[in-house]
């Protein structure tokens, strides 16, 4: 591809809640264009990690670089110039709005900088409208949402709307995408159009992390897997180098 995805460096995490510690020293390297799967019993950090990277939680020590530039410690909008976009575990779209508006907005709060520069001219709010409404229609084809594109997200199958939360977030143009669970709730047919859709994004120029628990899924997708229990990594490599390992079977027998 022209454009390859950003690094992601994690270095020493460590977590506190109150009493407990949810990670411990966690550090993992994401190569550009790669495409990671991180795993673990239920409770083992994931989501934390992934919120400490996404600026939704602080860290309590320890840092996290895309592209060489710190993350940890910044505000939502600042990750999303910084290239960083992500999903969530339970969808969050605007259910009673079409499935196009839900990628405007996605788009409009991605290109503010755009319309301001528009408005500079008379024919302005008219440009960026029809700009914008391009880009959203570009999107939707991409993830294949055009045929759904005048319906509400909650009227359609729940494989579509998990399609239009990434196109939602590739809205922003990132060069890293965070999954948290993406296949969690799809059927099987669900599930290997997500592989293909992933597939595509990395294609694209962009790097992939996916927490995810469907196995088979991370062992046909992910270059390289992260294995995660009680807040540390036990294990990290490709699908079928971790599979093998007995620490991480042990840790799945007593989830
Ligand atoms: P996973 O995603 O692997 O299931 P989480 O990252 O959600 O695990 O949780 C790791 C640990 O941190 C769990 O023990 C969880 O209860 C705890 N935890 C997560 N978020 C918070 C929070 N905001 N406050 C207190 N404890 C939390």
Not at 101 to 129: F, K, Q, T
Not at 178 to 193: H, K, Y
Request: hydrophobic content about 45%; overall charge neutral.
């Amino acid at each position: 591809p022209d454009r390859v995805g950003a690094s992601l460096e994690i270095s020493g995490i460590s977590k506190q809640f109150r009493g407990l510690r949810a990670l411990d020293d966690v550090s993992m390297s994401v190569a550009p264009g790669e495409i990671r799967g991180v795993v673990g019993p239920n409770g083992s950090g994931k989501t934390t990690l992934f919120n400490i990277v996404t600026g939704i939680y602080g860290v309590s020590s320890g840092s996290a670089s895309v592209d060489g530039r710190v993350v940890t410690g910044r505000r939502p909008h600042q990750l999303s110039q910084l290239g960083l976009a992500r999903t969530f575990q339970n969808l969050r779209l605007f259910g009673q709005m079409t499935v196009r508006d839900n990628v405007l907005v996605a788009l409009d709060r991605s290109s503010m900088l755009a319309v301001w520069r528009y408005l500079l001219w008379p024919v302005g709010i008219w440009r960026a409208e029809r700009d914008l409404r391009a880009r959203a229609d570009d999107l939707l084809e991409r993830f294949g949402l055009t045929d759904f594109a005048e319906a509400a997200p909650t009227s359609l199958p729940y494989g579509i709307q998990r399609r239009l939360e990434i196109a939602r977030a590739m809205a922003t143009q990132p060069r890293l995408l965070l999954l948290d669970e993406p296949a969690a709730g799809l059927n099987g047919q669900e599930v290997g159009q997500l592989g293909e859709i992933v597939r595509a994004i990395r294609a694209d120029g962009v790097t992939v992390v996916l927490i995810e628990h469907n196995m088979g899924l991370v062992m046909s997708l992910c270059d390289r897997v992260t294995v995660l229990a009680s807040g540390g990594v036990i294990a990290d490599g490709t699908p079928a180098e971790v599979a093998v390992r007995p620490e991480v079977i042990e840790a799945y027998l007593g989830d």
